[in-house]
């Protein structure tokens, strides 16, 4: 079946401008989280979305970033005035449950210059 | 705070040859995973792991958990080139009380290159 896709692959953007970046889980996968790997981090976890249950936002590194997931299923990433520190690859990743094994998406690239 | 560390962070090895990535993590965990990167691509679940002593087999790669030593290893034997990537382990963060999240914590990651 199909796996978990996102959208945009390749994102570059000016300093200060704002950013969506999607995820589309594997159908019927509950949960969802969101995750960031850059060179200097390394992987990150940003955000989790379990059913409708309140996120976990504990990993999001500042206000600047949000996340919504509508109908339970598809989640946007937004982030606004966006500094080069924020250029990373996002990583979604879908799961049956909350104890479940994590499938990632291919991720997106964002390129703040 | 759960810290997972991996080392080595590189590691360069002959065909052929054997080794282990190291995976230690500083607080306790009910489940530990091994994943491997091509460069540019997303990650590819190899182990999951969940229990004290759990060893899983898949080709050439070998994977332990031992939950007291709070320590993981990823055995590779008789490295071919097809096995080059950069492989992480994940812990399971566990929430103040005790109870699993399934918010992964992952380590630095270690880039295997293995020459011909």
């Known amino acids: 079946g199909a796996g978990v896709s996102q959208s945009p692959s390749n994102k570059v953007t000016e300093k200060g401008k704002d950013v969506e970046l999607r995820c589309d889980p594997i159908s019927g996968h509950t949960a969802l989280y969101w995750y960031r790997q850059s060179l200097g981090q390394g992987l990150e976890f940003l955000i989790y979305f379990q059913g409708n249950s309140a996120p976990d936002k504990s990993g999001l590194p500042s206000d600047r970033f949000s996340a919504e997931r509508t109908g339970g299923s598809v989640s946007t990433l937004t982030i606004q005035r966006t500094q080069q520190e924020d250029s990373a690859v996002y990583l979604c990743?879908?799961?049956?449950?909350?104890?479940?094994?994590?499938?990632f998406g291919p991720g997106t690239r964002l390129t703040v210059t | 705070e759960l810290k997972v560390e991996q080392n080595p962070l590189f590691l360069s090895m002959q065909e052929g040859k054997n080794y282990t990535i190291y995976c230690n993590y500083s607080?306790?965990?009910?489940?530990l995973y091994w994943y491997r990167q091509d460069p540019g691509k997303s990650l590819e679940s190899l182990f999951v792991?969940?229990?004290?002593?759990a060893v899983k087999q898949e080709g050439r790669l070998m994977a332990s958990l031992d939950t007291k030593a709070r320590l993981s290893t990823l055995h590779i034997t008789a490295a071919v080139h097809d096995l080059s990537a950069t492989y992480f382990c994940?812990?399971?963060?566990?929430?103040?009380?005790?109870?699993?999240?399934?918010?992964?914590?992952f380590g630095t990651g270690t880039l295997l290159a293995v020459q011909p």
């Open positions: 994940a812990v399971v963060h566990l929430s103040l009380y005790g109870g699993a999240t399934n918010k992964l914590i």
């Open positions: 990743a879908s799961s049956r449950g909350w104890d479940y094994e994590q499938y």
């Open positions: 792991l969940l229990s004290n002593g």
């Open positions: 607080t306790t965990s009910d489940r």
